[in-house]
């Protein structure tokens, strides 16, 4: 019996019926902090909810203009969702991931973001994930031979910080808590609601912007 397999399926389904309970149960009491992560909905909303800046970011995991704007932008936003200047708001689509060597892996990536921001319920973590994932280094190429595996996905989630059950729900892939098909479809069906939809899109107080200085419009 392949005794190491047996451990991580255990404890994997541990990490499930937990996640289950937290959905049942809601928070548990004493883990909500500033600048907490929050998943609700089709959204995962990082940094202050508070915060005088809010932005609306559209993102294809596969998309290679999406990974531009978040290695060109990501570090700056990652300083301002620190300093409690600005929450941004993420909607992931997944009308690229056809794409994929997988074939799954836009839906993959979007549950993995939704869990490492649930679980750790830290705006730090889950936006050093978002960079990871759409960096150039792990990014998969639109219509490239290979993409990340569930278990790559969840080694980026630990460098980033993520807890183990996270990790965990990640290597399993069941879509416990998160149908990341219907977030994506549900994102998708919001940005058709622009003219001329597409991603990355950049939406401040309902309305698109196109121009490369859009940072600026929000306080640092």
Request: aromatic share 6%; glycine share 10%.
């Amino acid at each position: 019996m392949d005794w190491t397999r047996l451990t991580r399926l255990v404890r994997a389904l541990g990490a499930v019926a937990a996640v289950v309970v937290s959905l049942l149960c809601g928070p548990i009491a004493g883990t909500a902090r500033a600048a907490v992560a929050a998943p609700a909905g089709d959204v995962i909303s990082i940094g202050d909810p508070n915060a005088l800046g809010q932005v609306d970011l559209y993102l294809d995991p596969l998309c290679p203009y999406s990974g531009k704007l978040i290695r060109k932008e990501g570090d700056e936003l990652g300083r301002r969702i620190e300093s409690g200047a600005i929450r941004v708001n993420l909607r992931l689509v997944n009308f690229l991931e056809k794409y994929s060597a997988s074939g799954t892996y836009d839906r993959r990536a979007i549950y993995a973001a939704f869990v490492v921001a649930g679980e750790s319920k830290s705006s730090g973590v889950a936006w050093r994930f978002v960079q990871q994932i759409f960096s150039k280094e792990h990014q998969p190429k639109e219509g490239g031979p290979t993409d990340l595996s569930n278990d790559q996905l969840a080694a980026l989630a630990g460098d980033a910080g993520a807890p183990q059950q996270a990790q965990d729900l990640i290597r399993v892939g069941l879509p416990v808590g998160y149908d990341s098909r219907a977030i994506a479809a549900n994102n998708l069906k919001l940005l058709h609601e622009f003219p001329n939809p597409g991603v990355p899109q950049v939406v401040i107080d309902g309305q698109i912007i196109d121009d490369d200085d859009w940072l600026s419009r929000i306080p640092a």
